[in-house]
């Protein structure tokens, strides 16, 4: 199993990025998604997870309202489309798959793990 995550950069407080990340050896459609950031020195925290039908979204009181998850199960593709960016956002952000159903804002009950992609945002 791989998960991709690309999308990263640099980019100005209220600027906006899309992530994604590119999933194979799975059937993707019988997999929740969700993505995890880490910010240097701090631990992992939950960002949003989307249901395997897209249907359920959940997200992390800190980017209600800013950040959209989406997904798409023809391209085994799960993006994360970031909005009013401010230096807190910054972090490596990690996709993360687990089974249908079991989506949760807890990383150890994830199977699979992407990379990692970062972001920067600066004030």
């Known amino acids: 199993v791989q998960l991709q995550a690309s999308g990263g950069g640099l980019v100005q407080a209220g600027g906006s990025l899309r992530l994604s990340c590119g999933a194979s050896?799975?059937?993707?459609?019988?997999?929740?998604m969700a993505w995890f950031r880490q910010a240097p020195g701090k631990e992992r925290e939950f960002v949003a997870v989307?249901?395997?039908?897209?249907?359920?979204?959940l997200y992390a009181d800190s980017v209600k309202g800013r950040f959209t998850i989406s997904r798409d199960n023809a391209k085994n593709t799960v993006s994360l489309l970031m909005n009013s960016l401010t230096p807190e956002d910054t972090a490596v952000y990690y996709c993360?798959?687990?089974?249908?159903?079991?989506?949760?804002?807890?990383?150890?009950?994830?199977?699979?793990w992407g990379q990692g992609t970062q972001v920067t945002v600066s004030s």
């Open positions: 050896g799975l059937t993707f459609s019988r997999y929740d």
């Open positions: 993360a798959a687990t089974a249908a159903g079991r989506g949760t804002t807890i990383g150890d009950r994830y199977a699979y």
């Open positions: 989307i249901s395997w039908t897209g249907s359920t979204t």
